[in-house]
């Protein structure tokens, strides 16, 4: 069965732009994943009180034969591979994936909250997420909503 996810992508470490554009190959490469679309990739600043460099964020759409869970690990994975260290709540990193949508379940568990549970505070979510996600896709209006609400709260500018 192929599921269809969407997928957060940050990073403020490195080489930021490299890295995203890196693990959407490797997440393409999968046997088992499809990457059907790609946003824009944007300059945010952190959430947190915590001085570090902006992120750069995109978000992907993909199609995949794993449940949740198992994207969930494959993209745990994926962040060890780019040396992701869980030391600072809200810290720099050099990688940081999330799923924000999959299918159109609700899911909430110890390890997996879908729709992520921050994805309607965050613009670096929402925007990215509007240049990829199905006008039918029942959480749309939602995103349209609460991204128009944070306009002006969050930085948020496209690369060039």
């Known amino acids: 069965m192929k599921n269809t996810s969407y997928i957060g992508l940050g990073s403020n470490m490195g080489k930021s732009l490299d890295t995203i554009k890196q693990v ?3 997440l393409n490469a999968s046997d ?14 952190p959430v947190g009180n915590i001085d570090q460099d902006q992120f750069t964020n995109a978000v992907i759409k993909i ?10 690990t494959t993209l745990h994975g994926l962040e060890h ?5 869980r ?13 924000e949508l999959f299918n159109n379940d609700s899911i909430q ?7 992520h549970r921050e994805m309607f505070n965050r613009l670096f979510v929402l925007v990215p997420l ?6 039918n896709h029942p959480q749309y209006q939602k995103v349209i909503t609460r991204t128009h609400d944070l306009r ?4 948020i500018e496209p690369l060039n």
């Open 109 to 115: 568990s110890a390890s997996l909250d879908v729709p």
């Open 32 to 45: 088992q994943i499809s990457v059907k679309q790609v946003s824009n990739f944007y300059i945010t600043d």
């Open 81 to 85: 591979k780019y040396h992701r260290v």
């Open 152 to 155: 002006g709260t969050q930085y």
């Open 130 to 135: 509007l240049d990829v996600l199905d006008v």
């Open 63 to 72: 199609t995949t034969t794993l449940s949740a869970e198992q994207l969930l």
């Open 87 to 99: 030391t600072i709540h809200w810290g720099p990193r050099t990688l940081d994936l999330d799923i």
């Open 24 to 26: 959407i190959k490797d």
